[in-house]
Nanobody
């Protein structure tokens, strides 16, 4: 059974830093990319950052220059280093693994970790 377990969420003051981790257990075939999404109260889930198998990264404009995504393939773990945090970064952060096989896309999600940034 596949499990994505996030950790690292916390309450932090504006300007502070946090590092989120997501450990993937179980087998996922044909992983294409790993990433982080977030959902603030009353808002839709939005992409924060993704990283492909080849290491290509993609960031939301709102986090460029402040957040860094990385992955440790042998450990099946993806990280999100978040610096210069702002109150608007407050949200539940979800880990995502995207798999592509025979023309179909499959998404796996973690349970989420709360990040709260106080002003």
């Amino acid at each position: 059974q596949v499990q994505l377990v996030e950790s690292g969420g916390d309450l932090v003051q504006a300007g502070g830093s946090l590092r989120l981790s997501c450990a993937v257990s179980g087998s996922i075939f044909a992983i294409n990319a790993m990433g982080w999404y977030r959902q603030a109260p009353g808002k839709q889930r939005e992409l924060v950052a993704t990283i492909t198998n080849g290491g290509t990264t993609n960031y939301a404009d709102s986090v460029k220059g402040r957040f860094t995504i990385s992955r440790d393939n042998p450990k099946n773990t993806v990280y999100l280093q978040m610096n210069s945090l702002k109150p608007e970064d407050t949200a539940v952060y979800y880990c995502n693994v995207e798999s592509r096989w025979l023309g179909k896309k499959y998404d796996y999600w973690g349970q989420g970790t709360q990040v709260t940034v106080s002003s």
